[in-house]
């Protein structure tokens, strides 16, 4: 949520659809990115139809294709997209509210968790703070 410019931002990941809405209802802007994982997962998913339906079940599969959201102080939407735990940075998507899209390093150590929150002209990316595992947090100001 924008609560800056009173819009909604939605995400739909598997199509890469991005929509921003205002409180009324109307599209303000939209946006697509491509899923570089949406071939392959369209193949994958097939295939386990194809053999369910050969034994008559019925499956629900979640696909997690970008992992977190969030908008920052200019109503950019941000995401996760990829972590690179080897280099210790994760890969963040601005998606400009003016058009196009360009790509934001964040310096991670060896967090690459899944949480997302922009705040001011910092982001940060954090682990779930009630999971058992190891918990992690990286901060970073996003020119």
């Not at 071939?39 to 997690?64: D, P, Q």
């Not at 908008?71 to 003016?98: F, M, P, Y």
């Amino acid at each position: 949520m924008d609560h800056a410019r009173a819009r909604l931002h939605t995400f739909d990941a598997f199509a890469g659809s991005l929509k921003v809405f205002s409180l009324d209802g109307t599209i303000a802007w939209h946006a697509r990115i491509e899923n570089r994982d949406r071939e392959r997962v369209l193949r994958w998913l097939e295939s386990i139809e194809e053999g369910a339906r050969a034994r008559n079940e019925k499956k629900l599969h979640e696909i997690y294709s970008w992992s977190a959201m969030a908008v920052d102080a200019k109503g950019n939407t941000l995401i996760i997209d990829r972590c690179r735990r080897s280099e210790g940075e994760i890969d963040i998507l601005r998606i400009k509210a003016g058009g196009g899209t360009e790509p934001v390093i964040l310096a991670s150590g060896e967090c690459c968790a899944g949480g997302l929150v922009a705040w001011s002209d910092f982001v940060l990316v954090h682990s779930d703070p009630a999971a058992p595992a190891q918990r992690c947090a990286a901060i970073g100001r996003v020119p």
